[in-house]
């Protein structure tokens, strides 16, 4: 079982930023997929920023050109800077880490971070 621990939500005014942490308790090199998603009250939660191992990376098109999305083996870290955020942007953001082999495919999640972007 991998723990994935978030930090760096909060309340923030449209056009500011916020930088969301997150930490693996296990090696985040062997993680396939390690990123974010969101979701907003009422719906379907949603991809935000993904990076893989082969380095490509996905965004989802409502926050490409303003979130950043990095990893860091060497701390077992991912991070999403996100700038001139938006009120559409609030929701609680979730840290995401795959596993996977030719065998086996395992999904972990973290508990959730609340960013309320005020208008």
């Known amino acids: 079982q991998v723990q994935l621990v978030e930090s760096g939500g909060g309340l923030v005014q449209a056009g500011g930023s916020l930088r969301l942490s997150c930490t693996a308790s296990a090696s985040s090199a062997s993680a396939n997929v390690f990123g974010w998603y969101r979701q907003a009250p009422g719906n379907e939660r949603e991809v935000v920023a993904l990076?893989?191992?082969?380095?490509?990376?996905t965004y989802a098109d409502s926050v490409k050109g303003r979130f950043t999305v990095s990893r860091d083996n060497a701390k077992n870290s991912v991070y999403l800077q996100m700038n001139s955020l938006k009120a559409e942007d609030t929701a609680v953001y979730y840290c995401?880490?795959?596993?996977?082999?030719?065998?086996?495919?395992?999904?972990?999640w973290g508990q959730g971070t609340q960013v309320t972007v005020s208008s």
């Open positions: 995401y880490a795959e596993y996977s082999s030719a065998l086996s495919r395992n999904t972990f």
């Open positions: 990076t893989r191992t082969s380095r490509f990376t």
